[in-house]
């Protein structure tokens, strides 16, 4: 169990190992210290090749959280989600580059890394690319390049950082909200990380979340769930009379795309944090991790469209699209479980809560456009839970992480978002707010051909 739940989010030695052994079967003559030398180097390479696919495959997910979020607002503002998505993309690179890996990862104590700027090529890789062969063993030796490992690690803080975006969407004004997702890429996320994958105080206690639902997809949802109450409703979201204005998704089909891109992605998301594929039992264990994202995703889909009718009234499309998504976040927690019955549970229930959490926010007055917060913190908080059931978890300290994590990230962010607030000011005018984002602030309209009509209240 340690070895599919370690800390460190770093991977063991991989590569050929069963072309090795038959080789070696086959040809025993040909066994040598010098084959075996080739060898270690071929691991190395494939397992560096690894990490930067899964890792590309991850960044893909940020097409699919633009997609996602421009489908479901009002067509007026899909331009301005297309700029916030490529922004949160370009500013977490930078900010894990200049900071946030080593507060995660280079000399963690119990609670937090180093401060020192920027993450860089090893000094024997760089001596290897000057044509010194010497320093060949010392670069084969760590298993992996280094900066694939930075890399396949900055793609997960670019997605909690996603999580953010669409819940607040439609009356944020820019700049504040990519000064938020500065601190938390390059400070927020990173302290969460430091206490668990950095094999912090959370990790020593045996906290276990094997792809993030807390560490990755909590940490989004609480940060979310700080801005959307602190910058407010939409107008005219709540009427005086207590009633809802339904707000469907603009466009079914680029909404439906991004479901569909996350669900591709999420295989990377799990299965490449299985970080090993050099051994049989690696290779059933990745497996089993992509079978039970599969299966826990399909799970929440039909649970939450099952339970839409007589919580909201009506087969709902977008609870059934965020049921895919709580599917897979409850499920990311610990996917790597042998019992596949439990993924369809885990994942039914994850699309149950999210549907009710949605009808609860609504009851709540705060208004998530996307319901990034039903999908990812509260599905996150349930699958990490779970985690007790059959992935090895200890119900207390599953507890103890989901709070401390909570009330660390909600605090910090609110006092973030309250000082921004008061500082800059970080929501939009009405009259930008009426009238869209996209011609109210960027001069540009997503849907030139039909002639835009600002809202009334």
């Given amino acids: ?213 807390t560490i990755v997809h909590g940490t989004g949802g609480w940060a979310a769930l700080a801005g959307v109450i602190v910058v407010g409703p939409r107008l005219g979201k709540f009427r005086a009379d207590g009633t809802v204005k339904p707000t469907p998704p603009s466009n079914v089909l680029i909404f439906t795309l991004g479901v569909f891109i996350l669900w591709l992605g999420w295989f990377a998301f799990n299965g490449g944090s299985q970080l090993a594929l050099g051994t049989a039992a690696d290779a059933v264990s990745m497996s089993n991790v992509l079978v039970n994202t599969n299966l826990s995703a399909s799970a929440g889909v039909l649970a939450a469209l099952a339970v839409s009718r007589p919580l909201l009234g009506r087969m709902d499309l977008f609870a059934g699209m965020n049921g895919a998504i709580a599917g897979l976040v409850a499920i990311t927690a610990g996917p790597a479980i042998t019992d596949h019955r439990w993924a369809i549970i885990i994942g039914a229930v994850g699309g149950l809560v999210c549907t009710l959490a949605t009808k609860l926010l609504e009851r709540l007055k705060i208004d998530d456009v996307v319901g990034a917060i039903p999908a990812h913190l509260v599905s996150g908080i349930w699958g990490t839970l779970a985690v007790t059931i059959a992935a090895g978890g200890r119900f207390h300290i599953q507890l103890l992480g989901v709070v401390s994590i909570g009330v660390f990230v909600f605090a910090v962010s609110y006092v973030l978002w309250r000082a921004m607030d008061s500082l800059l000011g970080i929501r939009i005018s009405a009259q930008v707010e009426r009238l869209g984002q996209d011609a109210g602030e960027l001069g540009i309209e997503s849907y030139p051909e039909f002639v835009l009509m600002p809202e009334e209240d």
């Fill in 1 to 213: 169990m340690s070895k599919l739940f370690r800390a460190r989010r770093a991977p063991k030695i991989v590569g050929l190992a069963a072309l090795t052994l038959t080789s070696v079967a086959v040809m025993p003559g040909l066994a040598s210290a010098a084959d075996s030398a080739v060898d270690n180097e071929t691991q190395f390479i494939f397992n560096t090749f690894a990490f930067l696919v899964w890792g590309a495959l991850i960044m893909w997910m940020a097409a699919g959280f633009t997609m996602l979020e421009s489908g479901a607002v009002r067509t007026k503002n899909a331009s301005m989600i297309c700029l916030k998505n490529i922004g949160i993309y370009s500013i977490a690179g930078l900010a894990y580059f200049l900071v946030g890996y080593n507060l995660m990862y280079v000399e963690v104590d119990d609670f937090i890394g180093t401060f020192e700027f920027f993450y860089s090529t090893s000094p024997e890789e760089v001596s290897l690319l000057d044509g010194d062969d010497s320093a060949l063993a010392a670069v084969v030796d760590n298993g992996y390049a280094v900066m694939s490992d930075w890399f396949f690690q900055m793609v997960f803080v670019a997605t909690a950082a996603s999580i953010v975006s669409g819940a607040i969407a439609e009356r944020i004004k820019i700049w504040p909200f990519f000064l938020f997702t500065l601190v938390l890429t390059a400070f927020i996320y990173p302290v969460v990380g430091a206490w668990t994958w950095g094999k912090g105080w959370l990790h020593q206690e045996g906290f276990i979340d094997f792809a993030g639902s």
